[in-house]
């Protein structure tokens, strides 16, 4: 648990600083053609965002988990059903790419086009949950 406000501020920062990483590491991947790898940081991405929002509103250490619409609720968020269909797509960015009986098949469907779709909106969303943090 957050002691104070310095530490709240240093983790908020921390799980900012790590979610630019994160999203220039998704765009390089894209650049290289790595698009399954690409999308499943554009899920880390969206989830230290969702944990610097969580730190941010709450003073508290950030929770243990991965799926992005239980973070967004922790966050105090008001999703509209759009967003949390999209949290909940992203999220499977995290799973389907870890295990491979899934690859094969995930690295026909995200291609180009298809990722680059889904980062945009990635993107977008990471930017709206960002703005909570101002």
């Given at each position: 648990m957050a002691e104070n406000r310095a530490d709240v501020s240093t983790?908020?920062?921390?799980?900012?600083?790590?979610?630019a990483d994160n999203w220039r590491t998704a765009t390089s991947l894209f650049e290289k053609q790595?698009?399954?790898?690409?999308?499943?940081?554009?899920?880390?991405?969206?989830?230290?965002l969702l944990k610097a929002l969580?730190?941010?509103?709450?003073?508290?250490?950030?929770?243990?988990?991965?799926?992005?619409?239980?973070?967004?609720l922790k966050a105090g968020l008001k999703l509209t059903d759009e967003q949390h269909d999209l949290l909940t797509r992203f999220t499977a960015y995290n799973i389907t790419t870890r295990y491979p009986d899934q690859r094969l098949l995930l690295y026909k469907r995200f291609d180009r086009e298809f990722t680059q779709i889904e980062l945009k909106?990635?993107?977008?969303m990471g930017k709206w949950i960002a703005s909570h943090l101002k």
């Open positions: 983790q908020i920062k921390y799980w900012k600083t790590l979610a790595r698009y399954m790898h690409a999308l499943f940081f554009g899920h880390l991405y969206l989830e230290a969580i730190v941010h509103r709450t003073q508290k250490d950030a929770p243990f988990g991965h799926k992005l619409y239980t973070l967004a909106q990635i993107r977008r």
